[in-house]
């Protein structure tokens, strides 16, 4: 635009100093040659092309024509197109002095926007018809159409989709009353293999750890789910559903302990490790926070590094799910004056943890 308006300005004054010297027979060859061939144009182009450069040259041009005139010339636009782009640069310059209205119903205001935004979130049944009546029953006065349109560039689907649950938010509504148990194995260096009998609550990721065994009988496991459910009553945390594989340590007595208490037992299907995601991803996080780490000399030594890192997991470790709090400690208040910060390190199993 700015290099091509000056150039076609400069290329007219040399075609008009052309003209000067030719006769009014030759002058009007040249005017009908090419309104012909913009005749012949026009019925084969239906919207040509204008830069803004042309558009302001022909503006230029045009301006000192009166509309009569205009409307008699072989334009590739129409005559008021003409008239619009010479008040437009007028128009911007004196906004004041144009009356003109914006087309179309005018913006509805940012507060009714984010009402209708808030209704929509918090009230995943209700789609477009149901929001703009909750409005009128307040008084607001808005289009259906347009609480549609807010709805639509906000990315909000229609009510039927957005009504549907998922897993994840299925989930987090029932972990208040969800406790998960599982088994996971630990090899000492004398060649045993021990099993860990740890649970975890959906709630709030608190981990228990049950204990450690060679030798997981049925015996055992039941006085470990005995002692769970002392330590539940003790706590107060309420649990309905308790979440375990199928293996076959846990035995119709464990189940019975459970269901004394009113916890429903609900098994995963088979080799499905994802229905008990939660129990499974801590497992994982044991063995590679602690276990991959540490030498385990027998059972004795695996039990104090396993209440040592309980504790620390309950205590210290920040959880994303928790919005980076630990199951019993909230996130504490921010810092005001950080400058300057007295930190001291704390140390758990020689330094596997600081």
Same mark, same amino acid.
């Given at each position: 635009?700015?290099?091509?308006?000056?150039?076609?300005?400069?290329?007219?004054?040399?075609?008009?100093?052309?003209?000067?010297?030719?006769?009014?027979?030759?002058?009007?060859?040249?005017?009908?040659?090419?309104r012909h061939q913009l005749a012949v144009l026009q019925r084969q182009s239906d919207r040509p092309r204008?830069?803004?450069?042309?558009?302001?040259?022909?503006?230029?041009?045009?301006? @000192?024509?009166?509309?009569?005139? =205009?409307?008699? &010339?072989?334009?590739? !636009?129409? /005559?008021? $197109? *003409?008239?619009?782009?010479?008040?437009?640069?007028?128009?911007?310059?004196?906004?004041?002095?144009?009356?003109?209205?914006?087309?179309?119903?005018?913006?509805?205001?940012?507060?009714?926007?984010?009402?209708?935004?808030?209704?929509?979130?918090?009230?995943?049944?209700?789609?477009? @018809?149901?929001?703009?009546?909750? =409005?009128?029953? &307040?008084?607001?006065? !808005?289009? /259906?159409? $347009? *609480?549609?349109?807010?709805?639509?560039?906000?990315?909000?689907?229609?009510?039927?989709?957005?009504?549907?649950?998922?897993?994840?938010?299925?989930?987090?509504?029932?972990?208040?009353?969800?406790?998960?148990?599982?088994?996971?194995?630990?090899?000492?260096?004398?060649?045993?293999?021990?099993?860990?009998?740890?649970?975890?609550?959906?709630?709030?990721?608190?981990?228990?750890?049950?204990?450690?065994?060679?030798?997981?009988?049925?015996?055992?496991?039941?006085?470990?789910?005995r002692n769970l459910v002392m330590d539940l009553q003790d706590t107060g945390a309420t649990v309905r559903?308790?979440?375990?594989?199928?293996?076959?340590?846990?035995?119709?007595?464990?189940?019975?302990?459970?269901?004394?208490?009113?916890?429903?037992?609900?098994?995963?299907?088979?080799?499905?490790?994802?229905?008990?995601?939660?129990?499974?991803?801590?497992?994982?996080?044991?063995?590679?926070?602690?276990?991959?780490?540490?030498?385990?000399?027998?059972?004795?030594?695996?039990?104090?590094?396993?209440?040592?890192?309980?504790?620390?997991?309950?205590?210290?470790?920040?959880?994303?799910?928790?919005?980076?709090?630990?199951?019993?400690?909230?996130?504490?208040?921010?810092?005001?004056?950080?400058?300057?910060?007295?930190?001291?390190?704390?140390?758990?199993?020689?330094?596997?943890?600081?």
């Amino acid at each position: 635009m700015p290099l091509r308006l000056p150039y076609l300005a400069v290329s007219s004054v040399f075609a008009f100093i052309r003209l000067l010297p030719m006769s009014d027979v030759d002058k009007n060859i040249e005017i009908l040659t090419p309104r012909h061939q913009l005749a012949v144009l026009q019925r084969q182009s239906d919207r040509p092309r204008v830069t803004s450069a042309d558009r302001a040259f022909l503006a230029a041009l045009l301006h @000192r024509l009166p509309p009569a005139r =205009l409307r008699q &010339l072989h334009l590739i !636009v129409p /005559p008021d $197109t *003409v008239l619009r782009w010479h008040h437009d640069p007028m128009r911007r310059r004196h906004p004041h002095n144009s009356h003109r209205k914006q087309p179309g119903r005018p913006p509805t205001r940012r507060a009714i926007q984010t009402l209708i935004l808030r209704l929509a979130r918090e009230n995943p049944g209700c789609g477009y @018809r149901r929001i703009h009546g909750e =409005l009128a029953v &307040l008084g607001i006065k !808005v289009a /259906p159409s $347009t *609480v549609w349109e807010i709805l639509r560039a906000h990315g909000i689907d229609p009510a039927p989709e957005r009504d549907r649950h998922t897993w994840a938010a299925f989930l987090r509504g029932q972990a208040h009353a969800t406790l998960a148990r599982d088994f996971f194995t630990a090899n000492a260096l004398n060649g045993a293999t021990l099993y860990v009998f740890a649970a975890i609550e959906h709630t709030n990721r608190r981990i228990r750890i049950q204990g450690a065994t060679a030798h997981p009988t049925s015996d055992r496991v039941t006085q470990a789910a005995r002692n769970l459910v002392m330590d539940l009553q003790d706590t107060g945390a309420t649990v309905r559903h308790l979440i375990r594989d199928r293996d076959s340590k846990f035995t119709h007595a464990f189940d019975a302990v459970s269901e004394t208490e009113g916890i429903k037992v609900v098994t995963t299907s088979i080799r499905v490790p994802r229905m008990n995601s939660v129990m499974e991803r801590w497992a994982q996080t044991c063995r590679h926070e602690l276990l991959a780490r540490t030498l385990i000399w027998n059972q004795a030594h695996l039990l104090h590094a396993l209440t040592q890192f309980e504790a620390f997991y309950n205590q210290h470790r920040p959880h994303r799910t928790l919005h980076s709090a630990t199951p019993l400690r909230p996130v504490p208040e921010p810092i005001t004056d950080p400058d300057p910060l007295d930190i001291h390190r704390r140390d758990r199993l020689d330094g596997i943890p600081h």
